[in-house]
């Protein structure tokens, strides 16, 4: 590949997302099957495409990436965020715009654990006077 490669890493919860990004014509492939084929009739495609769509960089760059873990909702956003960070290593200048989008920032939260003596994180046993 004499082609131009960029490469970031997505997260979310447990997924993650390991993204090439290559100079193209907008195809976005997901573990070797196109995005519709892996991700189903599920509509995630406004969702991929924001990065390029605040950028305005749509139908620019070619998208190859890998992931894993977490549900198909998760490893969407795992790839919005490494798409972005590719993007912003490809060219400093579309930070500012990916920032005030809030692409570049990892969404941190995940699932509390279940505590001892709970029915879950924060579900209690039922309680009995009687």
Request: glycine residues 8%; proline residues 3%; charged residues 30%.
């Amino acid at each position: 590949m004499a082609q131009e490669n960029t490469y970031a890493t997505g997260k979310r919860k447990s997924a993650i997302a390991r993204v090439w990004i290559t100079p193209g014509s907008g195809n976005i492939n997901v573990n070797q099957k196109s995005m519709e084929e892996y991700f189903g009739n599920i509509f995630f495609e406004p969702k991929i495409s924001k990065p390029f769509a605040v950028t305005e960089t749509v139908e620019k760059f070619d998208v190859k990436a890998t992931v894993k873990g977490g549900g198909k909702s998760a490893q969407v956003d795992a790839l919005v965020h490494g798409i972005s960070k590719a993007l912003q290593e490809l060219n400093p200048e579309l930070r500012d715009s990916l920032k005030k989008a809030g692409l570049l920032t990892r969404d941190s939260r995940a699932k509390e654990r279940k505590k001892y003596g709970q029915r879950g994180a924060r579900a209690r046993f039922q309680f009995s006077k009687r």
